[in-house]
């Protein structure tokens, strides 16, 4: 496989491979960043195994692929950890390509002094020199993937690079259409029954009027008609949900920019029956029409006596 040293600019289309099995063989440099690329990765649904021997490589594919056919994105941590059985790696890819098994490697790399600092930071030792200095360790683990690096696929330098930047790199390798959709959950709740713990952002209405005192509404949910016309009709409802969509317009594609995958809106009024149910629908329908990946749940809804929803 011939190396392509990577210029993020230039890489390659997003979902190139989004309809294969990808089989991906992270390898590189202690301290590059692997850990923190595999994390990514796994975000993106990829099955990840870390400091596997590479001689076991081509059976656990052969058993993911076969006996558990649903694992069809792979990732093998490879590296000097591994001691001995690193030197088999090399021998490993080229039965691979005699075999005619697609894979792809990538190899993280970063400058000496910026993995020697990394290590100072972290007070870990290295692994190709753990009774003498960093230094001496980085070099010979260099060296010895020299082979290694020539075969890659992929190179990413993280000596420059935030986590943010590094995940953006791996999203636009690896990731499809599927796994750059933001997943938003928009959830109904009362105060009174415990804020919900996963919440990203909690809206607080419990200003808005609340049907509870009508008795005719009392009984039903904020779902209903009826009920939602009496919320929906007072003017600083009416305020409110301007200044909300406008405030939801804008905040939702900051949040896909900076990479989340899932985003939890809870709106919550005393008991979550009437005002946050009636919002929590107004902001999931406002969601809904403009293409967002969002379910709606109302958490509290049937802790009260609701006769009709």
Known sequence: MEAETL????????????????????TGMSGSGKTQACRYLEDLGYFCVDNLPPVFIPKFVELCTHAMGHFNKMVFVVDTRSREFFDDLVQVLDDMDKDNQDYEMLFMDASDDVIIRRYKETRRRHPMAPA?????GVFKERTRLESVRAKSTYIIDTSNLSKVELREKIQRLFGNSDSEIMNISVLSFGFKYGMPLDADMVLDVRFLPNPFYISELRHKSGSVPEV????EEKPVTQEYLKKLDAFIDFLVPQYIREGKSQLVIAIGCTGGMHR?????????????????????????????????V
């Open 132 to 136: 003498t200095r960093i230094s001496d």
């Open 276 to 308: 946050s149910v009636f919002i929590a629908k107004h902001v999931y329908d406002l969601l809904a029409k403009k293409g967002y990946a969002v379910n709606l749940e109302h958490r509290d809804l049937m802790k009260n006596d609701v006769w009709e």
């Open 228 to 231: 939602a016309a009496y919320i």
């Open 7 to 26: 210029d993020i600019q230039n890489e390659i289309k997003t979902g190139e491979f989004a309809d294969k099995s990808r089989i991906i063989i992270v």
